[in-house]
């Protein structure tokens, strides 16, 4: 089974100017999550959809950060314009929905490989 | 809002030592807690998950216990080698709001040969 795909992996960029990033989750997840990791720190949610709607966007930065799934499958992250500060490795993750009937259901998330984000 | 903490933040021994990993996190309410390992470059790859209701995993030299009164959690790493040097993050999954992890900022290990 094919996991979670990110492009690009690596990404420079210059301050103010824009950049977009492409995850495509694991077939049939119809649960997708985008985390930021800066250095040194664990990953942090910016957003979760449930196909194509948005579950939870609220630490996402919505002056400058937007993100869209609109075929409820591929997913992009955009920032425009970039900051030093969004220096970071963006991860994409997806799940299975299962409805949460009892405290214990698993709802795994698989993660895929991030992509570094270097701001100058 | 739920917090998640690891100590130490790195950690270095000789190879074939057992070691330990702590959480802790400041909300009970959590349905479970994840072990999770990042190489550099990497993404993450889930070593354990315990549910509210356990008191431990294990899978192979890995043994993960879960005290969810305390809000604490250890992960014990038997006869460490080399290839378990990575950054071990431990998550959260809280009871409020769907599904959402909530992370540590992770512990460095390194495995001296």
């Known amino acids: 089974e094919a996991g979670v795909a990110q492009s690009p992996r690596y990404k420079i960029i210059e301050k103010r100017q824009s950049v977009a990033f492409w995850c495509n989750p694991i077939s049939g997840h119809a649960t997708l999550y985008w985390y930021q990791q800066i250095l040194g720190q664990g990953p942090k949610l910016l957003i979760q959809?449930?196909?194509?709607?948005?579950?939870?966007d609220s630490q996402l930065p919505k002056d400058r950060f937007s993100a869209e799934r609109l075929k409820g499958v591929d997913s992009t992250l955009k920032i425009q314009p970039a900051k030093l500060e969004d220096s970071a490795v963006y991860l994409c993750?997806?799940?299975?929905?299962?409805?949460?009937?009892?405290?214990?259901?698993?709802?795994?998330?698989?993660f895929g490989p991030g992509t570094r984000l270097t701001v100058l | 809002k739920q917090e998640v903490t690891q100590i130490p933040a790195a950690l270095s021994v000789p190879e074939g030592e057992n070691l330990v990993l702590n959480c802790s996190f400041t909300d009970s309410a959590i349905y479970n807690l994840q072990w999770f390992r990042q190489d550099p470059g990497k993404g993450l790859t889930s070593l354990l998950l315990i549910q509210s209701s356990q008191r431990e995993q294990t899978s192979g030299r890995l043994n993960a216990s879960l005290d969810k009164s305390s809000g604490r959690s250890t992960l014990y790493i038997a006869a460490s080698q080399p290839g378990d040097s990575a950054t071990y993050l431990c998550a959260v999954r809280s009871q409020t709001g769907a599904n959402n992890l909530f992370f540590g900022t992770g512990t460095r290990l390194t495995v001296i040969p």
């Open positions: 959809f449930q196909n194509n709607g948005v579950v939870d």
């Open positions: 993750a997806s799940s299975i929905f299962k409805r949460v009937i009892a405290p214990t259901m698993p709802n795994e998330q698989f």
